[in-house]
């Protein structure tokens, strides 16, 4: 059996198949259709008998409802799909020929004969398009099966869950006797230390080697270190420090109660003073 011949016969079976499907949504939709219009039926001669009754007895002529074949009914349902199946229809139609003349064109080209696609009726068209709608619904709901039965696993696996920690166990020559084991508490080798708050007299010390190695610095015209230097009676936070502040010769100076910085003040700010470490007037 030849390539060609394979292919015709693949095809046929398709279309076989194809049609199969195509009587049997016809049928189906025939029969609901049926049902449509029977329903549409009873209700439309309810309506005229009830309005035939309300002519007659207000002396007017009844006009009834008129009741199409069921061939020329339709639903609002079937007008909707059938609105639907000539947009889509349209769509295909115009695809396959773009397609077929595309092949056709490349066919030319290379010298090749030109067998172009069938376009389907629309009958078959939404035969086709009805089951491949169907397909996807069913495996849509698969997998929403699926995702609800791991949704229902997981909650029931998280209220069941209970955690229990990990316990390791030391065994000793201790263990082994009977008796429990024996640790040595852990100690620090390292003192703790915290820089002391120094008093007023270490602070003044402190302010006058300052003093002695920046005296030319902070405008003096000599060395004030020997001057009186005396306590303001009072203590300030300066750069997150607490300090005291002290004056000498006019102006106005802070030292840190940790005697970790010493600052003069002047025009409304502190600036930090340091000494050489040279020529130390305190032991």
């Known amino acids: 059996m030849g390539k060609e011949e394979k292919k015709a016969k693949k095809l046929e ?18 029969k609901k259709h049926a049902k449509a219009y029977d329903s549409f039926v009873k209700e439309t001669e309810k309506k005229n008998s009830k309005l035939k009754a309300k002519a007659e007895k207000e002396g007017k002529d009844f006009v009834p409802i008129a009741i199409p074949s069921i061939e020329e009914y339709s639903t609002k349902k079937e007008l909707k799909a059938a609105k639907a199946t000539d947009k889509a229809y349209a769509k295909y139609v115009k695809k396959v020929e773009k397609k077929n003349a595309k092949t ?39 997998i929403l099966i699926l995702l609800i039965w791991f949704l229902i696993y997981f909650i029931i696996m998280y209220i069941n869950y209970e955690y ?48 002695r190695d920046n005296w030319g610095d902070l405008g003096y015209s000599s060395d004030p ?36 910085a010493v600052y003069y003040a002047h025009n409304g700010e502190y600036t930090p003073l340091s000494f050489n470490n040279t020529d130390i007037l305190f032991n």
């Open 104 to 142: 056709e064109k490349k066919c030319a080209k290379k010298g090749k004969p030109f067998v172009p696609v069938a376009v389907l009726d629309k009958e078959e068209f939404a035969s086709s398009a009805a089951n491949e709608n169907k397909v996807g619904k069913i495996i849509l709901m698969i």
């Open 13 to 30: 079976k398709k279309e076989a198949k194809a049609e199969k499907a195509y009587v049997k949504a016809k049928a189906k939709a025939d």
């Open 164 to 211: 229990v920690p990990r316990v390791t166990e030391e065994t000793t020559a201790s263990d082994s006797a009977g008796s429990p084991a024996e640790y040595e508490l852990y100690q620090n080798p390292h003192k703790i230390t915290t820089t002391p708050d120094y008093n007023i007299a270490d602070a003044k010390r402190l302010l006058q080697q300052t003093l």
């Open 225 to 260: 270190s020997s001057s009186a230097i005396s306590f303001n009676n009072r203590i300030e936070t300066v750069h997150g420090a607490d300090c005291y502040m002290f004056s000498c010769g006019g102006k106005t100076f802070a030292v840190a109660v940790k005697l970790s």
